[in-house]
């Protein structure tokens, strides 16, 4: 959870995708002491907007309701795309063209910040009583912890560019 206080860390237009998820509806209530206007997105109907809040509806796989997502955004905190494990093309629409859709889009909009929830899915296969630490290579144990190495090789991508 966010331990920054909201008065050293604020955004004009915050987005968080995946509002409508498990960890969305959690978010959504607290992310509003961290900007002016929160920015909510979900693939299907959200609950109506509140106070300080936007609800815009849009799928990652689709590169313009991406860029239009991102209008105006200062900063994401992305919890969209497919959350368990699902067989493959759920997963690569959401989680791996998705990502790119929404990486590319906050470059071309200037959007400097995301907030990208990966999951020890991506280390799934290491042994229970292993060690893991950062300079040991991804052992997803299924499509899902894949498709979160994938974001965590995009993200860096994109920090390095």
Not at 10 to 34: E, M
Not at 76 to 94: F, K, N
Not at 119 to 125: A, L
Request: charged share 20%; net charge neutral; with cysteine.
């Amino acid at each position: 959870m966010l331990t920054t206080p909201a008065s050293t860390m604020r955004f004009p237009r915050l987005l968080l995708t995946g509002a409508g998820g498990n960890l969305g509806q959690v978010l959504r209530p607290r992310l509003k002491a961290y900007c002016d206007v929160l920015r909510v997105s979900h693939r299907r109907e959200l609950e109506p907007a509140t106070a300080g809040e936007e609800v815009q509806l849009a799928s990652l796989e689709d590169k313009d309701q991406m860029m239009a997502l991102l209008d105006g955004v200062s900063a994401v905190v992305h919890m969209g795309g497919v959350s368990t494990e699902q067989p493959w093309d759920p997963i690569l629409a959401g989680n791996i063209v998705g990502m790119v859709n929404l990486y590319e889009a906050a470059r071309l909009k200037g959007v400097k910040r995301i907030v990208f929830a990966s999951s020890n899915h991506v280390t799934g296969f290491y042994r229970q009583d292993e060690v893991v630490n950062t300079r040991m290579p991804p052992k997803p144990d299924g499509f899902y912890g894949l498709s979160k190495a994938f974001g965590e090789d995009l993200a860096q991508l994109y920090w390095d560019r």
